[in-house]
């Protein structure tokens, strides 16, 4: 069951993520940093775990990578959720790190988490130092302004644009926005053993996609009970989004081919990618 | 001379940030990132570049790393300038980063920056990749939650404390927030060649604080078309600072003693370390 698998995922990341906080010096910025990193699907360190063991990487080898991936993403949400970006209020269900906190400690958080992020790479137990040195590399595209960044900004931007998106920039902007990382994960096993990790980029560039769809449905169909967090944003916002663009039922029908395209890809690992088969199906059938 | 070879390590780090940004997807995150890296003192990668030649580490070897810290630099100030941190207007004589752009934009420029320095620590011009890892691990150490970001946060906390912070508290205090990084950028040197970090860390340590006692006379005794940046904070936030707890005559003579220190620390390296020398006596002459 990949809901069994990702729960245990879960622990051993978060173990892994609050080990790392606790040894930084005590008080707020720590404080914030252990907050951020509360919760969540952890999917993208289910994909690097799951990405390790199809290549036969050892568990303890792919789980500093998990939490170094689980770390920048959260750096990332923190940032977002910031007045001056989303400004959002409720994440996870909770308060947003500058509410529960205060910005400038939000700002410090989410600054120490991509450090963290990096210096978790650096561990010994991933391997030899051209692995970790590789991980460092092909993470800074990911998450900067070639990557993540790159789509928050697209985003931020298309929010005060004249004209809405088209479904071409649309999807331009979130295979940066949230496919880059989730493509990382994916590919983090095949980089960590020296594999093709074509299979796995294209599973994830499907992925990423099918799940960036069920947040846009999810902001259309959700609550904030079910969600934990705001619900609604794109429409007030007047954003196009794929709903906007496709229709509800064009978005699901979209998202479902984006899965069966997801699970096609793993074809060449047989039924030992089973768990990341259910992975996809759960994306578009999960309910935050 | 000092100024000429910081002239010319000035245009050589200019030319790589200018390099590794140009790769970046147009548009305004870019030309966000770009402004922010102009300008500046270029201290840090001054104390790369003259460590690395101390250690006969070749200046190809040692310009990514010198760029690498200036970029952690430069995202550390736009950051520092936000309106919930610091709230500055005037940095290098120009506008901060969210005046010029706005604060989305400074803070997704900043957070860019931090993961370009990362990235650039991943050039293979560096050398092996023991080496590249160790460098990664080392500014992570520096730039987080146990250095510049820790001192920064304890920096935004002395603003809303009750009692003044003390000289120890405030040594402490510069130590993770201005010293950590140019400890960073003196030991890289040392790092690269695999020898003994001690000598330039005690220069490191001492030319730090010795920056940072300037840094607090300058705000009294400058004017902003001086500095460049706006100048008598200190006092109207009612801050402590080493002038404030020592006097102006007090700072001054501190500042000389570390400075004699900072030069007393490179006895290992004779007429060698001339210019480092240099640079500890320009860092309390200096006028901004």
């Known amino acids: 069951m990949v809901s069994k698998r990702m729960e245990q995922v879960r622990a051993e990341v978060q173990g892994r993520l609050d080990l790392a906080i606790s040894l930084m010096p005590e008080g707020r910025l720590r404080d914030a940093m252990a907050y951020a990193v509360l919760g969540g699907k952890r999917v993208r360190a289910f994909l690097v775990m799951e990405s390790a063991r199809l290549h036969e990487v050892p568990a ?3 789980l500093p990578v998990a939490a170094a991936v689980e770390a920048l993403h959260a750096y990332s949400l923190v940032h977002d959720d910031l007045p001056a970006m989303d400004d959002d209020e409720l994440r996870r269900g909770l308060p947003t790190c500058h509410v529960q906190w205060d910005e400038a400690t939000a700002i410090l958080a989410g600054d120490a988490l991509q450090t963290l992020a990096f210096e978790l790479l650096t561990d010994p137990a991933i391997g030899g130092a051209e692995t970790r040195v590789a991980l460092v590399a092909a993470l800074a595209r990911a998450a900067g302004a070639r990557g993540m960044v790159w789509g928050q900004e697209q985003d ?6 004249v004209a809405p998106l088209t479904l071409d920039q649309i999807t331009a902007l979130q295979r940066a926005k949230t496919g880059a990382l989730i493509g ?8 960590m053993a020296g594999s093709d990790p074509a299979p796995l980029r294209h599973y994830a560039q499907a992925l990423g996609l099918a799940f960036q769809i069920a947040d846009d449905i999810l902001d259309v169909t959700g609550t904030e009970a079910e969600t934990g967090k705001r619900v609604g944003k794109d429409a007030a916002a007047n954003k196009a989004t794929f709903v906007s663009l496709l229709g509800l039922d064009g978005a699901r029908e979209r998202a479902a081919a984006l899965v069966a395209q997801a699970e096609n890809a793993l074809a060449p690992y047989g039924d030992s990618a089973e768990s990341l088969r259910e992975l996809a199906r759960f994306v578009i059938q999960r309910d935050k």
């Open 156 to 161: 931020i931007a298309a929010e005060t644009a």
């Open 184 to 191: 990382f994960a994916a590919e983090a096993g095949p980089l």
């Open 60 to 62: 303890e080898a792919a």
